[in-house]
């Protein structure tokens, strides 16, 4: 059975957050449910349906706000892909555009300063290795 997680990474140059994914359980709340406004609060409670599963996803580039609903297997494959110890081949399964921020060639993730994005949204890490972290470019 899947339960909620947090999947804080950071980056292998400076320790900086890189990415945040949060898998909120069928009747949980976010972690940082207090600080979101009253306005989100209320949409996020009546919108959502019994038994679903809520992602909260900040990456290099790009991020989904307050987040969007899932279903159960999308959770399972999430939850998976995030289990200590991480890895570049483990991370990819869960099929974010950027990987959580992995680099492929180094096996590590880098926070949005050492990825060293373009307005385009492609970046190069530390070691110049190089690929698209923006889904909408």
């Known amino acids: 059975m899947v339960t909620g997680m947090i999947a804080a990474l ?13 898998l909120v359980a069928p009747g949980e709340l976010p972690a940082e ?6 306005t989100v609060q209320g949409t996020f409670l009546l919108d959502r349906e019994p038994g679903q599963w809520y992602l909260l996803f900040k990456g290099i580039a790009t991020e989904n706000g307050y987040g969007n609903t899932v279903d159960a297997s999308r959770a399972r494959q999430i939850a998976a892909a995030f289990r200590p110890p991480l890895t570049f081949a483990q991370v990819h399964t869960a099929g974010f555009y ?3 921020g992995f680099c492929q060639e180094c096996n590590a993730p880098y926070c949005c300063l050492h990825w060293r994005v373009s307005e385009g949204g492609y970046g190069y890490c530390p070691r110049g290795h190089g690929k698209s972290l923006d889904p909408h470019w």
Request: aromatic share 10%; glycine share 4%.
């Open 10 to 22: 950071l980056c292998e140059e400076c320790g900086a957050s890189s990415t945040r994914i949060e």
């Open 33 to 38: 449910w207090e600080q979101w406004p009253s």
């Open 98 to 100: 950027d990987d959580a």
